[in-house]
């Protein structure tokens, strides 16, 4: 890939793009890596996987209420789960949540990696072209489709994930995935490719007119 002399917006998004794919095939490659390694030696880690936590804690004093101040505490809350253990016992957990990684890199590479081609499309004066149509129209059906598997992952409890945890004072109730954001994105994505179709079709046939 050459740097371009004529810098514009378009050109410096799709450099930006183009080495976050990068970036992030290079860093999926390396996870892999690492993992086979991990499970050569029998132990087993993943990290950072978004999860909720239901405590028990806070339970019969969720509403608490002083003079005019009420404060809410609720027993559900947002967290980062980060696994390591050489137990064969979490085996399924933990595949669980490698196949989680993998769906979460997976939306971020593809992401990255359709926007690269249209901007680089933009970035020519050629923004309308059909490929722009295809590239967006793939993207908006993958983020789609992905919603569609968070949100039954998200509301399905999760027993595997649960064993994870042996403290008894908190138990993981279910994952937090991105379901609600990549089911908006994708549907915007989708409106979007037909909306550069139908660009690219007009703009073929002022060519022809011309």
Wanted: aromatic content about 16%; overall charge neutral; hydrophobic content about 50%.
């Amino acid at each position: 890939m050459k740097l371009k002399k004529d810098w514009s917006l378009a050109y410096f998004i799709y450099y930006i793009c183009w080495l976050s794919y990068w970036l992030i095939g290079i860093s999926f490659i390396s996870a892999i890596m690492m993992s086979g390694i991990f499970f050569s030696s029998g132990t087993f880690m993943v990290l950072n996987v978004p999860v909720t936590i239901q405590s028990e804690q806070f339970s019969g004093y969720d509403d608490l209420e002083e003079g005019g101040l009420t404060v809410n505490i609720p027993t559900k809350s947002k967290a980062l789960v980060s696994v390591k253990t050489d137990s064969a016992n979490y085996n399924l957990g933990i595949l669980s949540l490698y196949a989680i990684k993998f769906m979460d890199g997976l939306v971020a590479f593809l992401g990255f990696y359709f926007l690269s081609r249209v901007f680089k499309k933009v970035a020519e004066n050629d923004p309308f072209h059909f490929k722009n149509a295809t590239y967006l129209f793939a993207l908006g059906w993958t983020m789609f489709a992905v919603s569609i598997i968070s949100i039954i992952l998200m509301l399905v409890p999760a027993p595997l994930l649960s064993n994870l945890s042996e403290s008894s004072e908190y138990h993981i109730a279910n994952l937090n995935l991105h379901g609600d954001f990549y089911l908006i994105g994708g549907i915007l994505v989708v409106v979007l490719s037909y909306v550069f179709k139908e660009g690219a079709r007009i703009h073929e046939e002022q060519k022809l007119t011309v």
